[in-house]
């Protein structure tokens, strides 16, 4: 078996099949431009990508036969020239600029502090798994596709030693490599030729990663508004688990403990300002909210929606009105006894 040299297509093959459609390459070249990978044959066809894996797996533009001949090199390029300009003032104050000599050794900038790589997990080979026929190792810089586990899933397999690149490859300045070995190249040909630098087992199908168990607690904003008979407020809790929370409204007190995704969770009791009727009063899961509607015992403004220590001061809270997107309206303050004999 030979592999093919054609870009995009890397695949093994036998010159004695090999039809006149047999391999799908890119016949153009590589473009890597501001993080976005593309090929310069099917840039329209084929959007540009920003991950290496995705930018690997873009299919090929073009139909013909496998060949196992070293693509022309091309050619290298040139380094500008170095110059450095010298200013000299004369007596009535011209100035003139001068280039230096041409042995004149040029200044070398002083070498910048690399950032330190992140820590990056690698997978594992999931052997319970069943694996098709044909699938790629997914590790950088292997390349072999997978026939049978006796020869490459199964300890001491004539291929089951998988050489590979544990860290991301790396385009910087024109150059390209991995994070985890020093060479450095300048053709993309060449970037596929780098060998990995280290040995393990091939990862077909990973391993699926435990989701963490320990839950976090966070916090959601509440808003709220009134009308003379109710209280109506809403808890942005975003994709709540409405099977799963709880809500509880007690005439006094409102019991909130609501499941969020990405294991998180948010807990809170509302020490109510004024006293609500519980039978009346009642709760509705939307896909971005919690919305709750309580139904007062009596018709008092609530300056507050929770009770407070603090002196609010001379402070009055207005009625709002039902309705899609009204909040304020009423225009005369409704009192209980005790407030009315204060004011």
Not at 78 to 101: D, F, I, N, R
Not at 323 to 328: E, P, S, Y
Request: aromatic residues 8%; contains cysteine.
């Amino acid at each position: 078996m030979v592999r093919c040299t054609h870009k995009g297509c890397g695949q093994d093959f036998s010159p004695e099949n090999n039809g006149p459609e047999s391999c799908s390459y890119h016949p153009g070249a590589p473009v890597f431009h501001e993080g976005s990978k593309s090929w310069s044959c099917c840039s329209d066809v084929n959007k540009p990508v920003l991950d290496f894996d995705d930018f690997v797996k873009i299919p090929g533009c073009a139909k013909g036969q496998h060949t196992d001949e070293a693509p022309p090199a091309a050619p290298k390029p040139q380094p500008a020239p170095h110059v450095e300009l010298k200013m000299s003032s004369s007596a009535a104050g011209a100035e003139t600029y001068s280039s230096a000599p041409s042995g004149a050794t040029p200044r070398l900038a002083a070498p910048s502090t690399p950032a330190p790589a992140p820590k990056i997990e690698e997978e594992e080979d999931d052997p319970a798994a069943s694996v098709p026929v044909g699938t790629a190792c997914r590790h950088n810089g292997c390349g072999v596709t997978y026939e049978n586990d006796d020869l490459h899933r199964r300890e001491g397999g004539a291929a089951a030693e998988c050489t590979y690149h544990p860290k991301p490859p790396i385009f910087h300045e024109g150059s390209k490599g991995y994070l985890c070995c020093k060479r450095r190249v300048l053709e993309f040909d060449e970037f596929l030729k780098i060998e990995g630098c280290s040995k393990g087992r091939h990862v077909f199908v990973p391993k699926q990663k435990a989701e963490p168990q320990e839950v976090q607690f966070t916090e959601c904003r509440i808003d709220h508004y009134q009308t003379p008979a109710e209280v109506h407020a809403s808890v942005f809790a975003k994709q709540a688990d409405a099977s799963a929370s709880t809500v509880k409204i007690e005439a006094e007190q409102v019991f909130i403990d609501l499941y969020l995704p990405a294991k998180k969770r948010f807990r809170k009791t509302l020490n109510l300002w004024g006293p609500v009727n519980p039978a009346e009063s009642s709760y509705k899961f939307y896909g971005t909210k919690l919305e709750l509607r309580l139904k007062k015992q009596d018709t008092r403004s609530w300056t507050l929606l929770e009770k407070t220590d603090r002196d609010l001061g001379n402070i009055n809270f207005t009625f709002g009105v039902g309705g899609r997107t009204g909040t304020i309206g009423a225009k005369e303050l409704v009192l209980d006894d005790v407030n009315r004999a204060r004011s």
